[in-house]
């Protein structure tokens, strides 16, 4: 796959010049160019393209951050996706000392993209900007909807981390209840979303929420199933019974798994999941405890299935590929398997990797 930072290419450049030429004619457009395609350019990653793109615009638009605005407001329209993050962005950094023409600008310029990245240091500066978020949780358009949750979400990745809220979540969840019950599931999504931020560091209060939204309606239970992934892969007991997985008289039999593979290669293991009375809702994971550098293990959780199961016995095989990934480096050596059932850790057994 092509990497995401190629989308900031020569051509799109050309574009964004060009379209800016239209509404300021002033506009040094083959010097705007050069200052970006160069032999810099290639060895620059995703997020320091979007920057210099950005600094290259405070430096050949109106020296007025205002004026600059306005065309931009002007141009923005005609670009989409990943491409677009280049004008909150600016905003982000020519924009801080200008709050109401910057904030409303990010409402404007995330029904393009998004200016979730970019309205987080307006939030560190002014926090009464949480206020405006309940506003934006009322707007007509999805796209603000969204921004009022995924802006506030304490953990957002590639995003700068909310401390304040890491500590207390308090005011995001005033703007959450505001969306729990939202029509678009592109906005149910960032409140599940934001929930499962919360979790990481108020599992208690993210809890409650689950406790109190679960049962109110389709959206609110979706939204308490995804939120609360974090916790279901930790084992939460108490997530764990609000969904109904119990582990009582569950056993797990004749558990078999491949003895040796080579990186590049599938694992093959298998299970049976049995208990004297209808096995009921059963969370189906199995976890790795993959050999690292310094001998020690590095332990990771991968799902099979939930299911309602009506049977007292329940068969289950499952192949894992072993092959090579960026997040991960694999060593030779023993590594462990172990089956995982509504929480609880069964049988573990032990298979060789060769990389």
Same mark, same amino acid.
């Given at each position: +796959? *092509?990497?995401?930072?190629?989308?900031?290419?020569?051509?799109?450049?050309?574009?964004?010049? %060009?379209?800016?030429?239209?509404?300021?004619?002033?506009?040094?457009?083959?010097?705007?160019?050069?200052?970006?395609?160069?032999?810099?350019?290639?060895?620059?990653?995703?997020?320091?393209?979007?920057?210099?793109?950005?600094?290259?615009?405070? *430096?050949? &638009? *109106?020296?007025?951050?205002?004026? /600059?605005?306005?065309?931009?407001?002007?141009?923005?329209?005609?670009?989409?996706?990943? =491409?677009?993050?280049?004008?909150?962005?600016?905003?982000?950094?020519?924009?801080?000392?200008?709050?109401?023409?910057?904030?409303?600008?990010?409402?404007?310029?995330?029904?393009?993209?998004?200016? *979730?990245? #970019?309205? @987080?240091? =307006?939030?560190?500066?002014?926090?009464? &900007?949480?206020?405006?978020?309940?506003?934006?949780?009322?707007?007509?358009?999805?796209?603000?909807?969204?921004?009022? /949750?995924?802006?506030?979400?304490?953990?957002?990745?590639?995003?700068?981390?909310?401390?304040?809220?890491?500590?207390?979540? !308090?005011?995001?969840?005033?703007?959450?209840?505001? &969306?729990?019950?939202?029509?678009?599931?592109?906005? @149910?999504?960032?409140? #599940?979303?934001?929930?499962?931020?919360?979790?990481?560091?108020?599992?208690?209060?993210?809890? %409650?929420?689950?406790?109190?939204?679960?049962?109110?309606?389709?959206?609110?239970?979706?939204?308490?199933?995804?939120?609360?992934?974090?916790?279901?892969?930790?084992?939460?007991?108490?997530?764990?019974?609000?969904?109904?997985?119990?582990?009582?008289?569950?056993?797990?039999?004749?558990?078999?798994?491949?003895? @040796?593979? !080579? +990186?590049?290669?599938?694992?093959?293991?298998?299970?049976?999941?049995?208990?004297?009375?209808?096995?009921?809702?059963?969370?189906?994971?199995?976890?790795?405890?993959?050999?690292?550098?310094?001998?020690? $293990?590095?332990?990771?959780?991968?799902?099979?299935?939930? @299911?309602?199961?009506?049977?007292?016995?329940?068969?289950?095989?499952? /192949?894992?590929?072993?092959?090579?990934?960026? $997040?991960?480096?694999?060593?030779?050596?023993?590594? $462990?398997?172990?089956?995982?059932?509504?929480?609880?850790?069964?049988? $573990?057994?032990?298979?060789?990797?060769?990389?």
């Amino acid at each position: +796959m *092509e990497p995401f930072k190629n989308i900031y290419n020569e051509q799109e450049i050309i574009k964004l010049a %060009n379209e800016i030429a239209k509404v300021y004619p002033e506009f040094k457009k083959k010097a705007f160019i050069n200052s970006l395609i160069n032999e810099d350019w290639e060895v620059k990653e995703l997020k320091e393209r979007i920057r210099a793109i950005s600094l290259s615009l405070g *430096e050949f &638009l *109106e020296q007025d951050y205002i004026k /600059s605005l306005e065309i931009l407001k002007q141009v923005h329209i005609n670009f989409s996706g990943l =491409f677009h993050l280049v004008f909150p962005d600016f905003v982000e950094v020519f924009g801080l000392d200008h709050y109401d023409a910057s904030v409303e600008a990010l409402r404007i310029f995330t029904s393009q993209c998004s200016s *979730e990245f #970019a309205v @987080r240091p =307006f939030l560190i500066k002014y926090p009464e &900007l949480i206020d405006l978020f309940k506003v934006w949780a009322k707007d007509e358009n999805e796209h603000v909807r969204r921004l009022a /949750s995924e802006g506030c979400r304490p953990r957002l990745p590639w995003g700068i981390a909310l401390k304040e809220f890491k500590k207390d979540p !308090t005011k995001v969840l005033e703007v959450l209840e505001l &969306l729990k019950d939202d029509e678009s599931e592109y906005v @149910r999504k960032s409140v #599940a979303n934001n929930l499962n931020d919360i979790s990481k560091d108020s599992s208690n209060i993210a809890k %409650n929420i689950f406790k109190n939204w679960h049962g109110n309606s389709k959206n609110t239970d979706w939204i308490v199933k995804h939120g609360s992934r974090t916790l279901l892969k930790a084992g939460d007991k108490d997530v764990l019974k609000l969904f109904g997985y119990i582990c009582d008289g569950i056993v797990i039999k004749n558990l078999q798994v491949d003895k @040796r593979i !080579t +990186m590049g290669e599938y694992l093959n293991f298998s299970f049976d999941i049995y208990s004297e009375k209808p096995l009921g809702k059963l969370r189906i994971e199995y976890k790795f405890g993959f050999l690292r550098q310094n001998n020690k $293990t590095n332990y990771k959780v991968f799902k099979i299935s939930e @299911r309602e199961v009506v049977e007292h016995e329940l068969r289950v095989q499952k /192949s894992h590929h072993f092959k090579k990934v960026t $997040t991960r480096k694999y060593y030779s050596g023993v590594q $462990t398997l172990s089956i995982i059932i509504n929480g609880k850790e069964f049988e $573990t057994c032990e298979f060789e990797l060769i990389v």
